[in-house]
């Protein structure tokens, strides 16, 4: 039987406690609690611990999305996903994607346009995905026993089922998009409820 523990269990069970943001970049900050990420100047933040084996789902919301190079509405959003520990906190650049060699995957949660792209190891696995608007609340669910990775926005799957190799620890990842862009994204791994019910099977949160 598989124990399912909602978010007010969540805070009561002193065994289980949901992540927070650990590791930053130069150009990233964090709110009070943790859990909210600003990232610019291609900057990143990763929570306190990676994951092996179990699947997991969390959140990302995108509160703001602003591009100080431009003036219109849309902007660069940050890169959400996950990642080995080594990959870098600093100068996240399309050429860092393409050569690291650390394994990660990672969604383009741009508005600038009308699709965006997905990144799994230095290739473009997917660059027809619909572009997240301000507001909109990114899934992740992640599966260490399959060896996959869903995205979702606003309860809706978005992009193909990414893969990956055996022997992966992956951490929550965020990372800024470009220089001048300053994204603020609200992370839940658990601590509340929800926006949008979690995949069967999958852990209600990233969590020890």
């Not at 709110?31 to 990302?60: C, M, P, Q």
């Not at 100080?68 to 996903?81: E, N």
């Not at 601590?191 to 099977?201: L, Y």
Request: net charge neutral; charged share 15%.
């Amino acid at each position: 039987m598989t124990l399912i523990l909602t978010a007010p269990y969540l805070k009561k069970l002193p065994s289980i406690i949901a992540s927070i943001f650990v590791r930053l970049g130069t150009n990233a900050t964090l709110s009070e609690d943790k859990l909210t990420a600003f990232v610019s100047n291609r900057s990143g933040a990763r929570v306190d611990h990676g994951k092996i084996a179990g699947k997991w789902y969390w959140e990302a919301r995108l509160k703001n999305q602003a591009d100080f190079s431009t003036t219109v509405k849309d902007a660069l959003g940050p890169w959400i996903g996950v990642a080995l520990n080594g990959f870098p906190m600093n100068n996240v650049t399309l050429s860092v994607l393409t050569s690291t060699p650390y394994q990660y995957i990672m969604l383009n949660a741009s508005s600038l346009g009308t699709y965006t792209d997905i990144y799994n190891f230095k290739t473009k696995t997917d660059s027809q995905v619909p572009a997240p608007k301000q507001g909109d609340v990114i899934g992740i669910a992640l599966d260490m026993d399959a060896r996959t990775l869903q995205f979702y926005c606003n309860g809706v799957k978005i992009g193909v089922l990414q893969t990956f190799p055996a022997g992966q620890r992956f951490w929550p990842n965020v990372a800024g998009n470009n220089e001048g862009t300053l994204s603020e994204t609200e992370f839940n791994f658990g601590a509340s409820p929800f926006a949008f019910p979690v995949p069967e099977g999958f852990n209600p949160g990233y969590y020890l």
